[in-house]
């Protein structure tokens, strides 16, 4: 599988108020990327880390502010590995966010 698909990077930002209590807003940024599955190599040495791996996704690397997470499928992913390539372009590697499993 690789195919180009539309996701959100999720970018959390928390405020105090005047009281000294947070508040957590999300705010989603909307880009295209390439979608495929991770290598066997990948999918491996995250499972020692008690990690497992659903996709590696292709972005841009302008395109990237350090999210932690992101929307597709509607489901949401924690990046859990970035690699940036020399070509511009950043290789997004996701698992299943927990809870939502």
Known sequence: MNQAAKIALLKTTY?????????ETSTEVNVFAYVSSVSMSEFYQA??????????????????DGEETLKYDEKIYTIYRTYIRDDGRLELYVTLKKGDE
Do not use: A, C, N, S
């Open 15 to 23: 405020t105090q108020d005047d009281v000294g209590e947070w508040t």
């Open 47 to 64: 499972g020692l880390q008690g990690m497992k791996p659903e996709y590696r996704f292709l972005i841009w690397q302008t395109e990237y």
